[in-house]
């Protein structure tokens, strides 16, 4: 049976929910669904029903291709001066000392610890600290690109941003035209959390607003610097909230089309002071992705970060709309095991996730940061390209 014929049937069994067979006519033709099938996918359409769906828009985007990446992750610091009640991560500046701030020098030395190692990006991503400002990390990237003049500078949530450059006195605009001056390649997607404001005001009530993180996504795009895009989810949204976080990133993409990749952020809720808020169910993730997968059908790609779900679940979560689940992990990466994700070790080799990838009958890809293909492993002998263990220590990490 073909995937159009399974939306066929899916239309044809659906028989005493109009508005479900609506939907799921509109993507047998390739049609844009609505805000209210949305609201209507989360609140009435099983596991089952939306996966079908997913899974038959990923193939036509995709086939049966999934893509990962090599790069290595800086976290310069994890001090901050944003209170986000689901951070598991940062520490006030009262509490420095539980804290760390990492020199210019150090970082440049995890840099320089990776020359010889076939990555292609460097993520930075931290805290909101004061006294590392926009001149000083535009220093770090011009070394950064002086060292490895073609490692992509992919950096700074747009909370970070917005902080730096409201510091530096300059306007959106000018502060990301500077960062892009000195080396800058693109935006990871974090800070997002969710747009609605009333529930931001219980989240994350005083670092920037949705519309200050647009702004910025809106116009990095218009300086030819892409951006992925994040949501927050499972803790006190409501489904109509993530339906409308999602519709506004759609509109974006409509006028800019700059987005890579959309990544579902699952709440974790360890270590933090929403304890209290108990994690949704692996079925209720991969309902989030697959449905992300249906509403956003102007983003090319759809990624399950696998440290924040675990290996299992990242790799069912690839016939639930998903084409990538990030690259191998280590614990320099501390944002989500500090939160309590991934009980297993934090380390997966490029073999091993090239054989999770396998094993859920999809081919391995690895890509760049702009997801142009680096090499495709569909009919590569495994053992022989890489032996045992050739790239275990290999950290890598995309957001």
């Known amino acids: 049976?073909?995937?159009?014929?399974?939306?066929?049937?899916?239309?044809?069994?659906?028989?005493?929910?109009?508005?479900?067979?609506?939907?799921?006519?509109?993507?047998?033709?390739?049609?844009?669904?609505s805000f209210e099938d949305g609201?209507?996918?989360?609140?009435?359409?099983?596991?089952?029903?939306?996966?079908?769906?997913?899974?038959?828009?990923?193939?036509?985007?995709?086939?049966?291709?999934?893509?990962?990446?090599?790069?290595?992750?800086?976290?310069?610091?994890?001090?901050?001066?944003?209170?986000?009640?689901?951070?598991?991560?940062?520490?006030?500046?009262?509490?420095?000392?539980?804290?760390?701030?990492?020199?210019?020098?150090?970082?440049?030395?995890?840099?320089?610890s990776y020359q010889n190692k076939p990555v292609t990006e460097?993520?930075?991503?931290?805290?909101v600290l004061p006294e590392l400002n926009l001149r000083w990390f535009a220093d770090i990237i011009r070394d950064i690109k002086i060292l490895r003049p073609e490692l992509h500078v992919k950096g700074f949530t747009a909370v970070e941003l917005e902080y730096m450059i409201r510091?530096?006195?300059?306007?959106?605009?000018?502060?990301?035209?500077?960062?892009?001056?000195?080396?800058?390649?693109?935006?990871?997607?974090?800070?997002?959390?969710?747009?609605?404001?009333?529930?931001?005001?219980?989240?994350?009530?005083?670092?920037?607003?949705?519309?200050t993180w647009l702004e910025i996504h809106k116009t990095a795009h218009e300086l030819g610097l892409p951006s992925n895009a994040t949501i927050l989810y499972g803790h006190v949204e409501s489904y109509t909230n993530r339906v409308d976080h999602m519709e506004r990133l759609r509109k974006l993409q409509d006028e800019t089309g700059g987005f890579n990749c959309f990544i579902p952020l699952k709440f974790r809720n360890k270590n933090n002071q929403m304890e209290n808020v108990?994690?949704?169910?692996?079925?209720?993730?991969?309902?989030?992705?697959?449905?992300?997968?249906?509403?956003?059908?102007?983003?090319?790609?759809?990624?399950?970060?696998?440290?924040?779900?675990?290996?299992?679940?990242a790799q069912l979560s690839l016939n639930f709309g998903v084409n990538d689940i990030d690259g191998t992990i280590d614990d320099t990466t501390k944002i989500y095991s500090m939160a309590g994700a991934e009980e297993q070790s934090p380390v997966m080799s490029t073999k091993e996730i090239c054989e999770l990838i396998l094993t859920a009958g999809k081919i391995p890809v690895?890509?760049?940061?702009?997801?142009?293909?680096?090499?495709?492993?569909?009919?590569?002998?495994?053992?022989?390209?890489?032996?045992?263990?050739?790239?275990?220590?290999l950290p890598i990490i995309n957001n």
């Open 1 to 33: 049976m073909t995937r159009e014929e399974d939306i066929q049937q899916l239309i044809e069994t659906t028989t005493t929910n109009e508005q479900l067979r609506s939907i799921a006519k509109k993507i047998l033709v390739g049609e844009r669904i």
């Open 39 to 112: 609201v209507t996918l989360y609140e009435q359409a099983s596991l089952s029903f939306v996966g079908t769906l997913a899974d038959y828009i990923r193939t036509k985007k995709h086939g049966s291709v999934t893509y990962f990446n090599r790069n290595f992750h800086i976290e310069p610091t994890n001090l901050c001066v944003f209170d986000c009640k689901f951070c598991s991560y940062s520490r006030l500046l009262k509490q420095r000392s539980e804290g760390w701030v990492m020199s210019s020098d150090e970082m440049l030395d995890i840099v320089r």
């Open 122 to 127: 460097v993520h930075v991503v931290g805290g």
């Open 167 to 211: 510091k530096a006195k300059m306007s959106i605009r000018e502060g990301l035209q500077f960062l892009k001056d000195a080396g800058l390649g693109s935006l990871p997607g974090g800070g997002a959390e969710i747009f609605d404001e009333t529930v931001r005001a219980q989240i994350c009530a005083d670092k920037c607003d949705s519309a």
């Open 278 to 313: 108990q994690e949704v169910s692996v079925i209720e993730d991969l309902r989030n992705y697959a449905i992300a997968r249906i509403y956003l059908d102007n983003f090319p790609h759809i990624k399950a970060y696998w440290p924040m779900i675990g290996r299992q679940n």
């Open 366 to 393: 690895e890509r760049d940061t702009v997801y142009h293909t680096i090499k495709n492993y569909a009919n590569v002998d495994l053992d022989a390209e890489f032996g045992v263990d050739h790239f275990v220590n």
